[in-house]
Structures are given as structure tokens and as C-alpha cells.
């Protein structure tokens, strides 16, 4: 599952076995509590897979905890039929021709390669240029624009 702040060049990959509601609730657990600490609210733009709902956190932690965890974030899914979510693809085809473009043998190994990768993406800051725009004079349709750097 991959996170990002593509306007400040940060990026975080965690591999995990599936894409489960529970993984899914941990990950957002890390981006609250070890990620952004000391954000008050944390923006989520997802897509509309159905894991990626307030109700993972329940399935995952007690309700105290939980809802402490919903109420840090901000929830915004993407349009099913926009392109909103060219940003995170452009990402993962970069993580893919630089990091797995070979066999992975194995999960930890994946795992230490992801961490190389990401490690050294963030270092140099690599940003996405990503700008929405919805032109005034074409009522029904929008731009989405995405240049990564």
C-alpha cells in the first residue's frame, strides 16, 4: 500500500501479504501515529476500493481507538470514472521500471528493495507537479493534468 505527499517529495510503500481491510486500517494507524504525528488532520484522497472505508478501523481496533483515528483524517475518494488517480499509477510505474523491473525472490527481499527505492526517492525529494483544474467554459468536462518530475 502506497501513501504519498506528492507536492514535497515523500513517499511510503508497506508490503503486505494482502489488501485487507485490516492492513488497510494499520497503515492508516502508521500515517497518524508514526508518519504525521503532529498533523491535527491528515487529507486521505483514495480511491473508492471498498477496504478504504472509516469502517476498517473499527474492524481493526476497539472503538475508542478508532474513532480517534477517524476523527484525525480528512476523507475524499476519487471520481470512479476520473483520472484523479493518475498520480499514484505514474508512481507505481516509476516504482516499477526502477525497483521491480526483475524476479523478487521472496517478501523480505521485496521488502529491502521497496525500502532502498523509497529511501532514496525521499532523499532527493522527488516531487509530482500534479494540478487539477476544471475549465469554466466546458461545462461537463475537467482537466486533470499530471508531471512528475
Not at 532514496?120 to 466546458?138: G, I
Amino acid at each position: 500500500m502506497r501513501q504519498s505527499r506528492p507536492l514535497e517529495g515523500w513517499r511510503h510503500v508497506k508490503v503486505t501479504d494482502r489488501h485487507t481491510a485490516v492492513d488497510y486500517a494499520h497503515v492508516l494507524k502508521d500515517l497518524a501515529d508514526l508518519h504525521f504525528s503532529d498533523a491535527r488532520t491528515i487529507v486521505l484522497l483514495q480511491d473508492n476500493l471498498n477496504t478504504h472505508c472509516k469502517a476498517s478501523l473499527y474492524e481493526a481496533f476497539p472503538a475508542a481507538e478508532a474513532r480517534r483515528l477517524v476523527e484525525r483524517f480528512e476523507w475524499h475518494y476519487t471520481p470512479k470514472h476520473g483520472s484523479w488517480l493518475d498520480l499514484a499509477e505514474s508512481e507505481l510505474g516509476v516504482l516499477s521500471s526502477q525497483c521491480l523491473d526483475r524476479r523478487i525472490p521472496d517478501k523480505q527481499t521485496l521488502i529491502d528493495e521497496i525500502a532502498a527505492w523509497e529511501h532514496d526517492r525521499n532523499a532527493n525529494h522527488t516531487k509530482a507537479n500534479w494540478q487539477f483544474t476544471t475549465p469554466t467554459h466546458e461545462s461537463n468536462s475537467s482537466t486533470y493534468t499530471l508531471q512528475s518530475d
